[in-house]
């Protein structure tokens, strides 16, 4: 086995600890997903250019928190027999959706794939919601003084507003819809998981956004530690941080998800240690659920685990049960 950089894996395995959700925590996002349900979602196609051949790019366009105008790629299989099984990516911290050749190994398996930018990131998605306060570099501290401001409210609810957006669309059977990304977008797929029942699937990888307190205890780099960076400068607002943020955790998220997840770790990953994951992992309240370990990699894409998400996909949103 590789040197230890969090628990030893028989632990991470049991580690379930306590929730850190606040009492009004349910009624809190009811309240936040029923005000994102009363803007018009005012959304948009482009057709592209892009030189794939049975696959049709298209650049779209919706509305959601605080008049964002969010962004994305969406490609349809071409031709199409009956409606189609969809997935949705949700990316990584600071990144974006990238090119639309990022997404084609699932489009030319048949499934429509929306791929969006989440706001003020990297990508096209704008962000127009007025934070309070000051923050470090990066996202994790803005609009930390309440859960009302904090960015990731609006992230998380661009996120569920994808979902939105394939409902529009006659060519996707909504009974087939399966979510993923890697690291934040692991952690945007869990969120979504936790918020909103229409997703058949949810496959998060080497998942971020996952019980923040360990998290910063434990991370070596960022994001976690913007958190710790902030709590430098301002060592009296450490407990009302974490209060903001629990609303946040995929841990305290977890036990609404009801979909079949497939989830991944590093065991040698510095940046979401592993604890952070499994402690979401343990509080899931999926039937069907399973961890893929992989003993030697760390925070990173893992090309190994691409089998089972093909074959997991394939499971759930097609209904071929390979083995």
């Known amino acids: 086995m590789p040197p230890l950089v969090d628990m030893p894996l028989d632990e991470l395995r049991t580690y379930r600890p306590p929730l850190t959700k606040q009492p009004d925590f349910d009624t809190f996002w009811e309240e936040t997903l029923a005000a994102a349900a009363r803007i018009p979602l005012d959304p948009a196609l482009e057709p592209t250019n892009y030189p794939a051949r049975r696959v049709q790019?298209?650049?779209?366009?919706?509305?959601?928190?605080?008049?964002?105008?969010?962004?994305?790629w969406y490609l349809v299989p071409?031709?199409?027999?009956?409606?189609?099984?969809?997935?949705?990516?949700?990316?990584?911290?600071?990144?974006?959706?990238?090119?639309?050749?990022?997404?084609?190994?699932?489009?030319?398996?048949?499934?429509?794939v929306l791929a969006v930018d989440l706001r003020g990131q990297a990508g096209r998605s704008d962000?127009?919601?007025?934070?309070?306060?000051?923050?470090?570099?990066?996202?994790?501290?803005?609009?930390?003084?309440?859960?009302?401001t904090y960015y990731y409210r609006g992230a998380y609810v661009d996120c569920v507003r994808a979902l939105d957006f394939l409902e529009t669309r006659d060519e996707v059977d909504m009974q087939r819809v399966g979510i993923m990304g890697v690291s934040q977008g692991g952690g945007l797929t869990l969120a979504v998981a936790g918020l909103d029942a229409r997703p058949k699937l949810a496959m998060p990888e080497i998942p971020f956004l996952c019980h923040f307190r360990r998290g910063v205890d434990m991370a070596q780099t960022d994001p976690y530690l913007e958190i710790a960076e902030y709590l430098k400068r301002f060592p009296k607002e450490e407990a009302n941080i974490f209060r903001t943020v629990s609303y946040f955790d995929c841990m305290n998220l977890a036990p609404r998800v009801r979909c079949p997840v497939l989830m991944n770790v590093g065991l040698l990953d510095t940046c979401c240690p592993p604890s952070t994951i499994y402690a979401t992992f343990n509080h899931l309240g999926s039937a069907v659920k399973e961890m893929a370990v992989y003993p030697y990699h760390k925070h990173e894409h893992i090309d190994a685990h691409w089998e089972d998400k093909i074959r997991w996909a394939n499971r759930y949103l097609w209904n071929e049960h390979t083995p």
């Open 57 to 72: 790019v298209y650049q779209v366009f919706y509305d959601s928190w605080d008049g964002a105008r969010i962004t994305g």
């Open 127 to 148: 962000d127009t919601t007025p934070y309070p306060g000051g923050h470090v570099r990066g996202w994790m501290t803005v609009g930390t003084r309440s859960p009302h």
């Open 78 to 112: 071409t031709p199409r027999d009956g409606p189609l099984p969809a997935l949705v990516y949700y990316h990584g911290y600071t990144g974006w959706t990238g090119e639309p050749h990022t997404h084609l190994a699932w489009a030319l398996q048949g499934y429509a």
